[in-house]
T-cell receptor
Framework: QVQLVQSGAEVKKPGASVKVSCKASGYAFTTYVISWVRQAPGQGLEWMGGISAYNGYTDYAQKLQGRVTMTTDTSTNTAYMELRSLRSDDTAMYYCARDIRYCSGGSCYGYFDYWGQGTLITVSS | QSVLTQPPSASGTPGQRVTISCSGSSSNIGSNTVNWYQQLPGTAPKLLIYSNNQRPSGVPDRFSGSKSGTSASLAISGLQSEDEADYYC???????????FGGGTKLTVL
């Protein structure tokens, strides 16, 4: 069965960086995109970006450009999301999700069919 | 401020039918398909409806989705206490070149 297992909760100081992992199993890892979605306490869902596990192509949400980097390690079927220059408003639950995406002519169709359990990142001095 | 607009709350009694709306624009719902996610308290979101009106395996047929123009709706019939959750709509946005979500609707079963 498809599983996405994320690394554990972390507490970071403002200005620091954090790297969250997402280990996939139960499917052909390089066939899909992995997207990252975060949720601040009591707030809604926010897409951060995605990475193709096939070719490493990334697309990031405009507001996070320059602060986020997504990578994959196909030898261990693991995706990573690194966020730098952390601020207090980066405090959130971070989720990875398998992104079933098909794009053509500038439009994309798809959905997130499996999600990780979430990783709580707390930014506090 | 979310790109897609949902009512913050909805409610119904057991057995009732409730609908949750999701409003967007020509760059997202108007030109792409809509998905719905259910988030039970303290858990990760779960795919509920994809491609406007398709249910993944295991999702009861009490849940249905529809889309018209730049709006979409999620309908839940035969409401049950276990349906109490947050519901989010989502779609790809051609202008932002990324996925966008609604702000979420908290469903209360009275």
């Amino acid at each position: 069965q498809v599983q996405l297992v994320q690394s554990g909760a972390e507490v970071k100081k403002p200005g620091a960086s954090v790297k969250v992992s997402c280990k996939a199993s139960g499917y052909a890892f390089t066939t899909y995109v992995i997207s990252w979605v975060r949720q601040a306490p009591g707030q809604g869902l926010e897409w951060m970006g995605g990475i193709s596990a096939y070719n490493g192509y990334t697309d990031y949400a405009q507001k996070l450009q320059g602060r986020v980097t997504m990578t994959t390690d196909t030898s261990t079927n693991t995706a990573y999301m690194e966020l730098r220059s952390l601020r207090s408003d980066d405090t959130a639950m971070y989720y990875c999700a398998r992104d079933i995406r098909y794009c053509s002519g500038g439009s994309c169709y798809g959905y997130f069919d499996y999600w990780g359990q979430g990783t709580l990142i707390t930014v506090s001095s | 401020q979310s790109v897609l607009t949902q009512p913050p709350s909805a409610s119904g009694t057991p057995g009732q039918r409730v609908t949750i709306s999701c409003s967007g624009s020509s760059s997202n719902i108007g030109s792409n398909t809509v998905n719905w996610y259910q988030q039970l308290p303290g858990t990760a979101p779960k795919l509920l409806i994809y491609s406007n009106n398709q249910r993944p395996s295991g999702v009861p047929d009490r849940f249905s989705g529809s889309k018209s123009g730049t709006s979409a709706s999620l309908a839940i019939s035969g409401l049950q206490s276990e349906d109490e959750a947050d519901y989010y709509c989502a779609a790809w946005d051609d202008s932002l070149t990324g996925w966008v979500f609604g702000g979420g609707t908290k469903l209360t079963v009275l």
